[in-house]
């Protein structure tokens, strides 16, 4: 039934792409909660995802001998990782440090009046400080784990599912699952440092 929905999809029909948008928004849901965007919520999230389960409608070919799950699984974890670069990246810079702005303007006597306009916005100083404590907190969590457990985190954190660790680690999914616990547990000092 999948497979025609997806040739009915591919060759034009709205029907057939809103039953497999609707069909596998809980893959997208399960994927969008490992990212974080700056300047959106959830819902700005999953409707990248939403795009990146389109273009997998769009392109899918039963030739690549995947299946539509794993290749909707990579369409859409790239459409987020896409998104993230372009949110970060150095042509967005300005618009998302920008300073306040100050304008004077003339009332009805004529007086100068000064408005500020306020940025909600960390200050240089801010993000100076910010950067080192981070750079703090990275140097912490890379002492406090073994060179695996670190490695194992970091794909964590990328959300690639304890399968694809699995096999980019040579692990089995239960040590997948026994790291990510030994992390949590080393890494509990951190919610102590911040009380």
């Known amino acids: 039934m999948e497979e025609n929905l997806l040739k009915e999809a591919q060759n034009g029909s709205a029907d057939a792409v809103n039953a497999l948008l609707k069909g596998y928004k809980s893959l997208?849901?399960?994927?969008?909660?490992?990212?974080?965007?700056?300047g959106g919520d959830m819902e700005d999230i999953v409707q990248e995802g939403m795009i990146g389960l389109y273009k997998a409608i769009i392109n899918?070919?039963?030739?690549?001998?995947a299946s539509?799950?794993?290749?909707?699984?990579?369409?859409i974890k790239h459409q987020f990782q896409t998104v993230v670069k372009v949110a970060?990246?150095?042509k967005n810079m300005?618009?998302?440090?920008?300073?306040?702005?100050?304008e004077?303007?003339?009332?009805?006597?004529?007086?100068?009046?000064?408005?500020?306009?306020?940025?909600?916005l960390p200050s240089p100083d801010d993000k100076v400080l910010q950067r080192e404590k981070m750079q703090e907190l990275q140097k912490a969590i890379t002492s406090a784990l073994s060179p695996l457990e670190n490695?194992?985190?970091a794909l964590y954190l990328q959300g690639y599912s304890y399968n694809e660790i699995a096999q980019m680690g040579n692990l089995n999914k239960k040590s997948i699952d026994?790291?990510?616990?030994r992390i949590k547990h080393k890494l509990s000092f951190l919610k102590k440092r911040e009380k």
Not at 60 to 65: G, T
Not at 94 to 102: D, E, F, K, V
């Open 28 to 38: 997208v849901n399960k994927i969008a909660r490992s990212y974080f965007l700056i």
């Open 60 to 65: 899918f070919s039963s030739d690549k001998h």
């Open 68 to 75: 539509f799950k794993t290749f909707a699984s990579l369409c």
């Open 88 to 90: 970060s990246s150095e």
């Open 94 to 102: 300005m618009l998302s440090t920008a300073l306040p702005i100050t």
């Open 104 to 120: 004077r303007v003339h009332d009805e006597e004529d007086e100068e009046i000064e408005i500020l306009i306020p940025s909600a």
């Open 151 to 153: 490695k194992i985190l």
């Open 178 to 181: 026994n790291g990510l616990s």
